[in-house]
């Protein structure tokens, strides 16, 4: 009896040793899951907080674009308002018009170093840019005046984009093409031979055509690029890398121009000879607050060209435009002129805000 007892006993005690074994390991397997839980919640929540300080960072950057040295301090200095340690950010140009903002940070775990978790590494980016979107930019070919129709005379003319004006459009000659939409407020007419122009939208909406001289003349002034008298560049190097405002006329004569900005003129513009920009990062607006002259032949101009309360006149044959041709009025004479359209440029005018793009 005494043995049977004794066995009992042995069995009992067995089992208080097996449960307090399964407790213990229960309790491990609770504090992980709890650990995953809080310790996944608070890893959420510093992505969020970092994410968002990242946001914040990438907009006053791109508020100081182009100026890449300025818009890394603004980026630094909002991430480090935010909470956020400078030396774990990583600020990259994808473009002249584009910031990115990438932090990688070790957050402390609470509850996971039970399983030897002491730290997570949480990563983000952030990235915003200028944005370039007036309602005149979907357009190659621009004509603001309410009061006098766009007219295209000539022989071989291409545009690649969409034409809009305020008020008549009327196209005579022989192989004019507009590959987009022909957009007028008024009536569209088409007259001559091989004419391409299939995409016409009479009767549109009326677009405002925007002034951004002001912006332009601020912005030179801070660079110190301001002129008092006429300008003249003769077959030279010109790096726009901030704004030039000239308070006169701007003669540019077989010129290479480089950089991302506007060349401003309060009087004409004149253009004369070969003009070719040095790669497809650069952004030229040539702007002039009264007309710009295109006169000559074989000249090839990349950007934008840019006269909101003027003129821009076209005369010659074998004219090459990349990028857009905007102005109150246009006047196109002469044979074989092709306009490319190409938004790039829009980076060299003062943009309508910013937005996050990443």
């Keep these: 009896m005494q043995d049977v007892r004794d066995s009992i006993e042995r069995f009992y005690k067995d089992e208080r040793g097996a449960v307090m074994v399964l407790v213990a390991l229960g309790m491990v397997v609770f504090i992980s899951m709890a650990g995953l839980v809080i310790d996944g919640g608070r890893e959420y929540l510093e992505r969020q907080k970092i994410q968002n300080a990242l946001d914040a960072a990438a907009l006053a950057g791109a508020q100081e674009l182009p100026d890449t040295s300025a818009a890394t301090l603004a980026a630094l200095d909002y991430a480090s308002l935010n909470g956020l340690n400078p030396h774990n950010l990583v600020v990259f140009f994808p473009s002249s018009g584009m910031i990115t903002v990438e932090c990688t940070e070790d957050i402390d775990m609470y509850f996971l170093p039970v399983l030897n978790i002491n730290q997570k590494s949480v990563n983000a980016i ?6 370039y979107s007036p309602a005149w930019a979907s357009y190659t070919l621009f004509s603001g005046s309410s009061t ?34 022909c957009d007028a407020v008024g009536s569209i007419s088409v007259n001559g031979s091989s004419m391409s122009i299939p995409h016409r939208q009479a009767y549109s909406s009326h677009i405002e055509l925007p002034d951004y001289s002001e ?28 704004p030039i405002y000239v308070e006169g006329e701007v003669h540019l004569n077989g010129n290479n121009i480089s950089g991302c900005g506007a060349i401003l003129a309060e009087e004409d513009i004149h253009i004369n000879g070969n003009m070719i920009n040095n790669s497809s ?28 309360n003027g003129e821009i006149k076209l005369n010659g044959n074998n004219i090459n435009i990349t990028g857009k041709v905007i102005a109150n009025t246009i006047s196109i004479n002469g044979n074989t002129i092709t306009i490319m359209d190409d938004d790039s440029a829009l980076q060299a005018l003062p943009s309508s805000g910013v937005r996050l793009v990443l």
Excluded: M, W
């Design 281 to 308: 990062s650069d952004a030229i607006c040539l702007y002039s607050q009264q007309d710009i002259h295109v006169n000559g032949n074989d000249i090839t101009i990349s950007g934008i060209l840019y006269a909101p």
């Design 215 to 242: 912006e332009v003349r601020e912005q030179a002034e801070s660079a110190g690029n301001v002129h008092h008298t006429d300008i003249h560049y003769n077959g030279n190097n010109v790096n726009v890398e901030d």
């Design 148 to 181: 006098e129709r766009l007219q295209i005379n000539g022989n071989t003319y291409y545009i690649d984009g969409s034409s809009h004006t305020n008020d008549d459009f009327k196209a005579n000659g022989s192989s004019i093409t507009i590959t987009g939409i």
């Design 126 to 131: 952030a990235g915003a840019a200028q944005d």
